[in-house]
């Protein structure tokens, strides 16, 4: 059986539960090296086979999973943050439903709300933003044209960027085609929940200088849109005059 599990983040104990007991009971661990903390291997038992997919490819990676499952072992494939985020794990899945194993998958807290934890923030705002674009710029990984930044920056919503700290010239000027400017504001938050988080706030024209000046080139999510800086409405949730499904609103007689 191999198990698909989210690392977390970063910090050790932003683990699940389930995630953790699985590493512990594992045969073999095969952990996403260039992101996933080491400090969650202190977890294997004495004798488990750890590998580190950072310098494998994906026949290797399934040549250890078939290996250890030929012997009935468990094996953990320990993917950073939520494996659903830029995890590639469908190509993993894909194959073992190929080879008759089976395979599950244990969610994990993605780096963009570690990121939003560091940054105390809320996403959607009443009367700023209702909505969260999880992206990425086209790089040397294509995105759908579709599903270009400056398209998705047409709607001014809260967006989290992944995977393109090292293209924040391209980041800059596709969200100006879209509906924010360059005064709009942004921030940059690398390496959130580990020791050496740095957080940065900055403006939309200015996100290519401070991650250079801060000496930021990977490990960090960029965030865009009103919900950093502006002061939301009240929420209609917890406004005494509005009635939901758990209590009535105040001064109202019926229930
Ligand atoms: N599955 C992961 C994302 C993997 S893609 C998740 O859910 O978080 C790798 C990208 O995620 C990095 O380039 C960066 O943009 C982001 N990332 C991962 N860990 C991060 C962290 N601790 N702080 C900031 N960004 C992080």
Same mark, same amino acid.
């Given at each position: 059986?191999?198990?698909?599990?989210?690392?977390?983040?970063?910090?050790?104990?932003?683990?699940?539960?389930?995630?953790?007991?699985?590493?512990?009971?594992?045969?073999?661990?095969?952990?996403?090296?260039?992101?996933?903390?080491?400090?969650?291997?202190?977890?294997?038992?004495?004798?488990?086979?750890?590998?580190?997919?950072?310098?494998?490819?994906?026949?290797?990676?399934?040549?250890?999973?078939?290996?250890?499952?030929?012997?009935?072992?468990?094996?953990?494939?320990?993917?950073?943050?939520?494996?659903?985020?830029?995890?590639?794990?469908?190509?993993?899945?894909?194959?073992?439903?190929?080879?008759?194993?089976?395979?599950?998958?244990?969610?994990?807290?993605?780096?963009?709300?570690?990121?939003? *934890? #560091?940054?105390?923030? =809320?996403? !959607?705002?009443?009367?700023?933003?209702? @909505? &969260?674009?999880? $992206?990425?710029?086209?790089?040397?990984?294509?995105?759908?044209?579709?599903?270009?930044?400056?398209?998705?920056?047409?709607?001014?919503?809260?967006?989290?960027?992944?995977?393109?700290?090292?293209?924040?010239?391209?980041?800059?000027?596709?969200?100006?085609?879209?509906?924010?400017?360059?005064?709009?504001?942004?921030?940059?938050?690398?390496? *959130? #929940?580990?020791?050496? =988080?740095? !957080?940065?706030?900055?403006?939309?024209? @200015? &996100?290519?200088? $401070?991650?250079?000046?801060?000496?930021?080139?990977?490990?960090?999510?960029?965030?865009?849109?009103?919900?950093?800086?502006?002061?939301?409405?009240?929420?209609?949730?917890?406004?005494?005059?509005?009635?939901?499904?758990?209590?009535?609103?105040?001064?109202?007689?019926?229930?």
């Amino acid at each position: 059986m191999i198990h698909f599990v989210g690392a977390g983040p970063g910090a050790e104990d932003l683990i699940t539960l389930r995630g953790a007991k699985l590493l512990e009971k594992a045969d073999c661990i095969i952990y996403a090296g260039s992101l996933v903390n080491p400090k969650h291997l202190l977890r294997a038992r004495e004798g488990c086979a750890i590998y580190n997919s950072a310098t494998m490819t994906l026949e290797e990676v399934l040549a250890v999973m078939e290996e250890q499952e030929a012997m009935h072992h468990t094996t953990v494939r320990l993917h950073t943050g939520d494996p659903s985020m830029y995890g590639a794990i469908r190509e993993q899945m894909d194959a073992l439903d190929e080879k008759g194993i089976s395979y599950d998958v244990t969610p994990g807290v993605s780096s963009v709300f570690g990121a939003a *934890a #560091t940054l105390n923030a =809320e996403f !959607t705002l009443p009367g700023i933003s209702q @909505t &969260l674009i999880l $992206t990425r710029m086209a790089g040397r990984t294509p995105v759908p044209e579709k599903e270009a930044l400056e398209k998705l920056a047409a709607h001014g919503s809260s967006m989290a960027i992944f995977l393109s700290a090292g293209l924040l010239k391209e980041v800059e000027e596709a969200l100006c085609k879209g509906a924010f400017t360059k005064d709009s504001p942004a921030a940059i938050v690398y390496k *959130a #929940t580990w020791p050496e =988080e740095k !957080t940065v706030y900055c403006t939309v024209g @200015t &996100l290519a200088e $401070t991650a250079e000046r801060e000496c930021i080139k990977a490990t960090a999510l960029i965030f865009v849109g009103d919900f950093l800086t502006e002061t939301p409405e009240r929420s209609k949730l917890y406004d005494p005059t509005f009635a939901t499904g758990f209590r009535p609103a105040k001064g109202d007689t019926q229930s």
